[in-house]
């Protein structure tokens, strides 16, 4: 009886690690269903490029905090995924699949380092998938600032110009970005592959 006890323990136990060790030689090993990363592709580590599809959206003309009118735009790329780190891109939102990711920007750029009608502002996102009805809104300040010699120190990138990643699924998407004031929305519909 203990020795049946002992084999089936052991099959048990050799069922487990065949059912472990794919998984773990195909992280090892790469392959499309590794990741991908933006622009980029290696062998090596199995990574991929992406399928994307960039957009803007706006300007939306808004009033600012205090007196101040200016527009806000939404910058981005929808990709497929699943997005593996990305040491240019410290924002990268690891693991996901079929997502938007975009920049909220105020103000109209005729220097790199000068926005013009540039606010203080919250912005919303208002996303809805066409296609499986998931829908969902993030919402971001948004500073405006000037960079010293054409540099800017990251905290001031991540305040003038906020990531956004939704998780909308693949498919149509619709996006709509407001304001926290008075302002005249604008909207985008947009394919996430």
Not at 16 to 24: Q, R
Request: hydrophobic share 40%; net charge negative; with cysteine.
């Amino acid at each position: 009886m203990n020795v049946r006890k002992s084999l089936c323990a052991g099959a048990a136990g050799l069922l487990g690690v065949a059912a472990f060790v794919p998984a773990v030689a195909q992280a090892d090993h790469g392959g499309p269903d590794n990741g991908c990363v933006p622009y980029h592709s290696d062998p090596n580590d199995g990574t991929r490029p992406c399928v994307m599809s960039r957009f803007t959206i706006g300007p939306t003309a808004t009033i600012g905090d205090d007196i101040c009118v200016g527009p806000v735009t939404a910058g981005g790329t929808a990709y497929d995924g699943p997005l593996v780190g990305n040491p240019y891109v410290p924002n990268t939102p690891v693991g996901a699949e079929h997502v938007v990711s975009l920049h909220l920007t105020a103000g109209f750029w005729l220097l790199p380092s000068v926005p013009v009608g540039a606010c203080n502002l919250t912005a919303t996102v208002h996303w809805r998938n066409l296609d499986t009805g998931a829908a969902g809104a993030e919402t971001r300040s948004v500073e405006p600032y000037l960079c010293i010699n054409v540099y800017c120190e990251p905290e001031l990138l991540d305040r003038a110009s906020p990531t956004v990643d939704l998780a909308t699924g693949r498919g149509r998407v619709h996006i709509d970005l407001t304001t926290n004031h008075p302002s005249v929305p604008a909207g985008a519909d947009i394919f996430v592959p």
